[in-house]
């Protein structure tokens, strides 16, 4: 299994950068995706979470209304759309894999079974 993130780089307070997950190796439809990051210091946080037919998503209080998570399973792609970026946004963000069954706990990062390599996202301010 492989989960390739791209899209990440520096861009201003206020600015937008769509980041996305390219999925090999498994049946992407039978999985949910979520997106976490970690900034230097910090342990790693929850973002964003998509289930496998992509009808719930799920946010972090810190990025509702600014990001979107959204996926196409005929791409084996999962986005993150953020927009109004702020500078506590800047972080690594990685994508990861959960294998579908599941009704809970979206938000914790143990619970996912594969994870990409990140890509970093810096917010100027």
């Known amino acids: 299994v492989q989960l390739v993130e791209s899209g990440g780089g520096l861009v201003q307070a206020g600015g937008s950068l769509r980041l996305s997950c390219a999925a090999s190796?498994?049946?992407?439809?039978?999985?949910?995706m979520g997106w976490f990051r970690q900034a230097p210091g910090k342990e790693r946080e929850f973002v964003a979470a998509?289930?496998?037919?992509?009808?719930?998503?799920y946010y972090a209080d810190s990025v509702k209304g600014r990001f979107t998570i959204s996926r196409d399973n005929a791409k084996n792609t999962v986005y993150l759309q953020m927009n109004s970026l702020k500078p506590e946004d800047t972080a690594i963000y990685y994508c990861?894999?959960?294998?579908?069954?599941?009704?809970?706990?979206?938000?914790?990062?143990?619970?996912?079974?594969?994870w990409g390599q990140g890509t970093l996202v810096t917010v100027s301010s």
């Open positions: 990861a894999a959960r294998r579908a069954g599941y009704n809970n706990y979206d938000d914790q990062w143990r619970r996912y079974d594969y």
């Open positions: 190796g498994l049946i992407f439809s039978t999985y949910g």
């Open positions: 998509i289930r496998w037919s992509g009808g719930s998503r």
